[in-house]
């Protein structure tokens, strides 16, 4: 029997990763990693402690599509990857892929942020 989540009362949290490329995406996806900028690793690692699960959903900007999502394995460490060759980005965390699919943002515009004025989720 597997035990419970010590984390399992807590909120489910969800954030949207956005990609300057595609072949970041494909690195994730083959690796099970990511990398983002140190911005943002303070709020993930938050959400990862905080939360009973973090979903992130990635996006390559300007393709007006998701690429899948996946959930947060690991808190992000110091370690960094260069196999993002990209300077500027953080340490790297585990994520574990549960959907690769390209799905057009029009699929989710029935979708509103309501931490973003309501907008729609892309």
């Known amino acids: 029997c597997k035990s419970p989540s010590p984390r399992q009362n807590m909120p489910v949290r969800y954030f949207i990763m956005k990609s300057s490329n595609l072949q970041n995406i494909d690195i994730s996806q083959q690796k099970g990693i990511w990398s983002t ?6 709020k993930l690692n938050g959400a990862f402690w905080e939360s009973s699960v973090v979903y992130l959903i990635f996006s390559v900007q300007g393709s007006g599509c998701f690429q899948g999502f996946a959930r947060m394995g690991s808190a992000i460490g110091c370690e960094k990857s260069q196999d993002w060759g990209s300077a500027g ?16 943002f029009q699929f989710a515009h029935h979708l509103l942020n309501p931490w973003n004025d309501s907008k729609k989720v892309q």
């Open 37 to 42: 900028t140190p911005s943002n690793e303070r």
């Open 89 to 104: 980005f953080g340490g790297v965390f585990k994520v574990d892929w549960i959907r690769k699919e390209s799905i057009p």
